[in-house]
Structure formats: structure tokens, C-alpha cells
């Protein structure tokens, strides 16, 4: 059964730090992943969504990476901003349905 | 844009209550799904629907049930409501394939007293 990772559990920065989210799965029969931004009390919002064939996709200050093999993706986000605060949760969909990670959670302080 | 609604933010209901929560979706998406949230636990899934009138049961299917008796509606039903099914519900749907986006609703707080 897949299990999916996210380390840290959060995390906080000062404001325009680059940072890395990390999200780690166990089976790499995988047919993408995807990462969503969740504020407090509020739905997921998709960020990215990276194909298994894919290595990386780009969104404004966001880059996720995929690395299949290893079982890893990162999330980086560059010049962070005080309403980047929020929890990210990174999703992996295989043969069976979709595994969310327990989040990470974000504070940018001003 | 895709849209999907659910019919409220928050509820609050009584043990032994029969909850209905209701989800639709604009963009005729074939697969619906509900998920739980719990702090520590993250998301997990409840019931999903693969097309009208078609359900499957998820990690947690236990004192809930389902239903979809059109295309853009996906109801989760609480049987007799319990204090253990307060938690945050959500609500998914994803066009058919697997390479799709999977969209949310903005999440039904359901507090059982």
C-alpha cells in the first residue's frame, strides 16, 4: 500500500528565503503527483501536477520535482512571501487511487 | 474554471442525527470522491464514485454511505451521526483520466455533538 511522507511537518521562514518542501512515496508505480496549498479551514488548491513522465513542472515562484526512481518530489518555492503561509500537502495517484502526505505546514514571517 | 460546491461550510448535528453533505461539481467530470480530515491523520478516503449510480468504498467506508443518481451530484450520508465523525469533509472530482487534476470543494466542517 502506498504510503506517501512529508518532511518537515512545518516549517518557518522569514520572509523572500528560498525554500524546499519535501514529499517522499513508497511505490513508484505512479501515475503523477501533484501538490496542493490548503489554508486553515479551507479546500486544497492545486499548485502542480507532475506526470510520471515528467521530471519538473513550473508555476510563477514554484518548481516541483519528480524523481520516480528514488521515490521523491520537492516543491521550492523562491523569494517566499508572507501569503505563501499556508499547508502543503503533496498527492501521489497510482494504479489503485490517490495517497495524499500529512502536509507540511508554512509560515513566512514578514 | 472547475467548480465544485459543497452545500455547506458548517454543520452541527446531534448524535444519532442523519446528515446529509452535498457535492457538486460544474465541469461533468466522471469521478467523485469524499475524504476526511483529521489533525495527524491527513486526508482520507471515504467513498468514491467512478460514474452515475456506481460507488466504491475507500479506506474508511464504515457508518457512512453514498449516493449518485446524476452525473454532477455526489452525496455523502451519515446513517446515525457520531461524536467520532466530527472532522472536516471533502469533497473531489477528477475529469476520468489518471493523469487529470483532481479539484476540491472548500470543505464541510461537521461538528457532532
Known amino acids: 500500500k502506498q504510503e506517501v511522507t512529508q518532511i518537515p511537518a512545518a516549517l518557518s521562514v522569514p520572509e523572500g528565503e528560498n525554500l524546499v518542501l519535501n514529499c517522499s512515496f513508497t511505490?513508484?508505480?505512479?501515475?503523477?503527483l501533484q501538490w496542493f496549498r490548503q489554508d486553515p479551514g479551507k479546500g486544497l488548491t492545486s499548485l502542480l501536477l507532475?506526470?510520471?513522465?515528467?521530471r519538473e513542472q513550473t508555476s510563477g515562484r514554484l518548481n516541483a520535482s519528480l524523481d520516480k526512481s528514488s521515490g521523491r518530489s520537492t516543491l521550492y518555492i523562491a523569494a517566499s512571501q508572507p501569503g505563501d503561509s499556508a499547508t502543503y500537502l503533496c498527492?501521489?495517484?497510482?494504479?489503485?487511487?490517490?495517497?495524499f502526505g500529512a502536509g507540511t505546514r508554512l509560515t513566512v514571517k514578514p | 474554471d472547475v467548480k465544485v460546491t459543497q452545500s455547506s461550510r458548517y454543520l452541527v448535528k446531534r448524535t444519532g442525527e442523519k446528515v446529509f453533505l452535498e457535492c457538486v461539481q460544474d465541469?461533468?467530470?466522471?469521478?467523485m470522491f469524499w475524504y476526511r480530515q483529521d489533525p495527524g491523520l491527513g486526508l482520507r478516503l471515504i467513498y468514491f464514485?467512478?460514474?452515475?449510480?456506481?460507488?466504491e468504498k475507500g479506506d474508511i467506508p464504515e457508518g457512512y454511505s453514498v449516493s449518485r443518481e446524476k452525473k454532477e451530484r455526489f452525496s455523502l450520508i451519515l446513517e446515525s451521526a457520531s461524536t467520532n465523525q466530527t472532522s472536516m469533509y471533502l469533497c473531489?472530482?477528477?475529469?476520468?483520466?489518471?493523469?487529470?487534476?483532481?479539484?476540491f470543494g472548500a470543505g464541510t466542517r461537521l461538528s457532532v455533538l
Open positions: 498527492a501521489v495517484k497510482d494504479n489503485n487511487d490517490m495517497r
Open positions: 511505490d513508484s508505480a505512479i501515475y503523477n
Open positions: 507532475i506526470q510520471s513522465s515528467q
Open positions: 465541469m461533468d467530470h466522471e469521478n
Open positions: 464514485s467512478y460514474d452515475v449510480k456506481m460507488k
Open positions: 473531489a472530482s477528477v475529469r476520468g483520466r489518471a493523469t487529470d487534476i483532481q479539484y
